[in-house]
C-alpha cells in the first residue's frame, strides 16, 4: 500500500539536465523496490531504471545508461531520476512505480503502484 507522486518534469533544452522526485506514501518505504518507467506519445511504456529496496543495486535500460542516475533517501520516502546529457528521444511522461518484493525487475507488469506521471519535454 503506497501512494506516489512525482515532480520535477518540465521543459529542457537537448544537452541540458533535469531532476525528477518521487514522493512516496507509505510507512514501509524500505521494503519497496522503486522504478521509473517513460511512455512517450503513440509509444507503450518502457524501462527507464530501477533501484533496490537499499539502493544498493541498480540498473537502467541501455537508452539512457551513463546518462540517468537512479536513487533514493528512504529516511525522506523519495526516489529520483538525474537526468543528464538530455535528447529528443528522451521526451515522454516518466512515472514512478514500486513493488513489495526484494527482487530488481524491468517489467512494468511486475510493479503495483504508480504514480500520476511528469512530463519531460526536451527542445532542440
Known amino acids: 500500500q503506497v501512494q506516489l507522486v512525482e515532480s520535477g518534469g518540465g521543459l529542457v533544452q537537448a544537452g541540458g539536465s533535469l531532476r525528477l522526485s518521487c514522493a512516496a506514501s507509505?510507512?514501509?518505504?524500505?521494503?519497496?523496490?522503486m522504478a521509473w518507467f517513460r511512455q512517450a506519445p503513440g509509444k507503450e511504456r518502457e524501462f527507464v531504471a530501477v533501484?533496490?529496496?537499499?539502493?544498493?543495486?541498480?540498473s537502467y535500460a541501455d537508452s539512457v545508461k551513463g546518462r540517468f542516475t537512479i536513487s533514493r533517501d528512504n529516511a525522506k520516502n523519495t526516489v529520483y531520476l538525474q537526468m543528464n546529457s538530455l535528447i529528443l528521444e528522451d521526451t515522454a511522461v516518466y512515472y514512478c512505480?514500486?513493488?513489495?518484493?526484494?527482487?530488481?525487475?524491468?517489467?512494468?507488469?511486475?510493479?503495483?503502484?504508480w504514480g500520476q506521471g511528469t512530463q519531460v519535454t526536451v527542445s532542440s
Open positions: 512505480a514500486a513493488r513489495s518484493s526484494q527482487v530488481v525487475t524491468r517489467s512494468s507488469a511486475t510493479y503495483d503502484f
Open positions: 533501484i533496490s529496496r537499499s539502493g544498493g543495486s541498480t
Open positions: 507509505t510507512r514501509t518505504f524500505t521494503m519497496f523496490v
